[in-house]
Structure formats: C-alpha cells, structure tokens
C-alpha cells in the first residue's frame, strides 16, 4: 500500500484535455439557445399563472401568440430584404 491515494495533489501522470473546438462551440451555441428559450418560456407562463381567471389566462395567451406571430412576420420581412 502506497501513502498517496488517488485523487491526491501532485498527479503523476496528468491526463491531456481535449483543446477547444468547432464542436466544442456548437455545444455551448446550442446550450445557450436552450437556456435562452426555457427562461422566455418561464416568463411567458409566470405571466399566465398570474392571470385571474380561466378567461382572463385565455385572453392573455392570445396576446402572447399574437405578439409571437408579429414579430415572426416581421423578421421574415427583414430576411426576404435582406436577400
């Protein structure tokens, strides 16, 4: 039995990590998308939770799509622009 157990400091023989890559990017360019798309969806159903009633909650979700779909149009406009 040796004194030095594993996981101790100073490593004997360090093991080589992998250098940033093109993968690497895309990873972390999807993960930030996925974040980015949960904490809009959180704040979507706060605002629906905080809704009164069943009609007011319903009214409310025709706004959110009504606002999604406009500002869908709208950047289909500036793409199609854009060439």
Known sequence: MTERRPGTW???????LPAVDDQGAQHLALTAEQARFHVT??????????????ICLRAAARRWQQAITAMADE????????G
């Open 41 to 54: 969806l959180g704040a979507i159903r706060a605002d629906l939770e905080a809704q009164p009633s069943d």
């Open 10 to 16: 100073p490593v004997e023989n360090p093991v080589e």
């Open 75 to 82: 950047l289909t406009g500036h793409l199609r622009e854009a």
